[in-house]
């Protein structure tokens, strides 16, 4: 079991100073924040966007499926307007193994086990994100950039 101890949340307001949250570019923000996001691998499930983008059309089920590298998964994101909802599930490539895919949704409780993963992020109905990993080092960096503090749990 990994259950992250570490999570922020973030709004529009503290990304970009929009009203709006959960747009794509916000969300390539948050991936290009992480600490080495070139060495990582995402994953997706429960997407939901207020677009007709063919490429997140696979994605919309709870179970995650592979998105490819983060330059893949910025280039996609960065067609979105806005998600609705969505898991994006991070490993980076030296931990990558057999992972074991189970159902993921964007409602689940909070820290909640996120297995062979590094970094969880999800989109919540257009008002915030919340970004979760069992290591507070890799939110740093997301926490200087965009002014937020890590929450600890159990708090």
């Known amino acids: 079991m990994t259950q992250p101890r570490?999570?922020?949340?973030?709004?529009?307001?503290?990304?970009?100073?929009?009203?709006?949250s959960c747009t794509g570019e916000q969300l390539a923000l948050i991936v290009k924040n992480i600490i080495s996001y070139k060495e990582l691998r995402w994953y997706a499930s429960d997407v939901s966007i207020n677009s007709s983008e063919r490429f997140w059309a696979d994605f919309s089920i709870a179970k995650p499926s592979f998105v490819g590298d983060s330059?893949?998964?910025?280039?996609?994101?960065?067609?979105?307007?806005?998600?609705?909802?969505?898991?994006f599930l991070a490993v980076f490539l030296k931990n990558e193994k057999d992972i074991i895919l189970e159902s993921i949704e964007t409602e689940d409780e909070k820290y909640r086990d996120i297995g062979e993963?590094?970094?969880e992020i999800r989109a919540f109905d257009t008002t915030y994100f919340e970004i979760y990993s069992i290591e507070p080092n890799l939110l740093a960096p997301i926490c200087e950039k965009f002014g937020v503090p890590v929450r600890t749990y159990p708090e």
């Not at 570490?6 to 709006?20: A, H, K, Q």
């Not at 910025?74 to 609705?84: A, G, S």
């Open 6 to 20: 570490y999570s922020i949340n973030l709004t529009g307001t503290e990304i970009n100073n929009s009203v709006v």
């Open 117 to 119: 993963f590094d970094i």
């Open 71 to 87: 330059s893949t998964l910025i280039c996609e994101i960065n067609q979105v307007e806005q998600f609705f909802s969505g898991v």
